[in-house]
Nanobody, 123 residues
Framework: VQLQASGGGLVQTGDSLRLSCAAS????????MGWFRQVPGEEREFIAG????????AYADSVKARFTISRDNRKNMLYLQMNSLKPEDTAVYYC?????????????????WGQGTQVTVSS
């Protein structure tokens, strides 16, 4: 079972990026999914989550109205559209699959993790 995150890169303040997360080895269409990010020396931070079924979404206040999480269950894909990027968005971004049908802001509720993709926003 593998989650593969991609789409990171070096951008300037105000730019946009779209992260993708491809799942292989099993289908995650019945699981909540989430995006987290981590800066060296800090704890992993919840960014966005999306439930299975009703597609309910949740966002951290720091990214609300700028980031959009979505999923394509047919393709077993998860996405994070990031707009109006700021230098403080610089981090390694991880996708994850929840143990449950709903997403969660707690990393302990996720049992599958991607390898991370670096996003760097220059000022």
């Amino acid at each position: 079972v593998q989650l593969q995150a991609s789409g990171g890169g070096l951008v300037q303040t105000g730019d946009s990026l779209r992260l993708s997360c491809a799942a292989s080895g099993r289908r995650f269409s019945n699981n909540g999914m989430g995006w987290f990010r981590q800066v060296p020396g800090e704890e992993r931070e919840f960014i966005a989550g999306i439930d299975w079924g009703n597609g309910r979404t949740a966002y951290a206040d720091s990214v609300k109205a700028r980031f959009t999480i979505s999923r394509d269950n047919r393709k077993n894909m998860l996405y994070l559209q990031m707009n109006s990027l700021k230098p403080e968005d610089t981090a390694v971004y991880y996708c994850a699959a929840s143990r449950f049908a709903t997403s969660s802001s707690q990393s302990r509720d996720y049992n599958y993790w991607g390898q991370g993709t670096q996003v760097t926003v220059s000022s």
